[in-house]
């Protein structure tokens, strides 16, 4: 709690920072600085989530639409206590899920179709209880908010820099590009502050389900699927690009994480059996290369796929231990 408490303080940081340049440009004094910054966090808080929406252009699903997610979603709610989430679809092939909100009551589980045609039902139930784990522990409303500037400072750089393109004054657009490349900084500096926090709280989540699922199994094998089957049945960059979403890369260790893999093939294959490790290993190779690779990497809100497997793993062999 205490690195997810410091991540939103700097990102409060940085929002008044950009308040307070866009006041001073104006003229305004200290205390109209105050009263601005109060304005805009207050209406941060209403705004996040629908920033998010905008960004991943879902919808809320209705009562007749996809009637066994529905049912599975409100079966694991009343498992586990809680009030069930809104279920909206996210219109992306690649295998994803999130849930955002500003409490744990007004909350929205996402899911992308491409993860309903890539899992088996068991799979899927363990990323649900994965993603509501985030519910349960709150961490998602915290980086709902956390995560308002760099978003609003991505849609910012997008938008302007797409404007200039098309403003007939030359002056207006030498300023719209730099404005626009002043927030693409700011996106920048603000993700590197919350991606680690982000990472953190996805292992948290990881052993939550594996703990009250009792079969860590199923969520190692969504995993794998995500993340690695998903590059085998492509080529080129764009499988890369999809596995690189769901972890993050410690490219300075490239040749002792290739050993790491090679090392724990049992544990690996333990809990994905039929695993692929040439497979993994390309995979992590491969979005690995080049400058766009590395920030790609860097800029990912998960640990590495396979460092969670292995995680999960260690766990199923506690809980074997426990009960043996």
Known sequence: MAKIALTLALSLAIGFAIIWVITFYLGLDIYE??????AVFVFQFYISPKLIIMATKLRYVGNEEYPQLQEMVFELSKEYGMKPPRLAIVPAREPNAFVFGRTKHGSTLAIHEGLLSALSAEELRAVIVHEMAHIMHGDFSIMTFASFV?????LISRDVLWTSFFDESRNAASYLIL??????VVYFISEFIVLPVSRQRESYADLYCAESTHKPENLARALYKISYANFKTKNGSKSATSARAFYVIDFFNIDKDMWELKNHYEQLKGMVPGID????IKAERQSRNGLLGMLNSMLSTHPQTY???MSLAKEKQAMEKESS
Not at 33 to 38: D, H, K, N, P
Not at 150 to 154: F, I, V
Request: aromatic share 12%; glycine share 4%.
């Open 179 to 184: 404005f626009g490349m002043l927030a693409f």
């Open 150 to 154: 760099p978003m609003l400072a991505y």
């Open 33 to 38: 600085t105050l009263i601005a910054a109060v």
């Open 307 to 309: 460092r969670r497997i």
């Open 277 to 280: 490790i040439s497979t993994v």
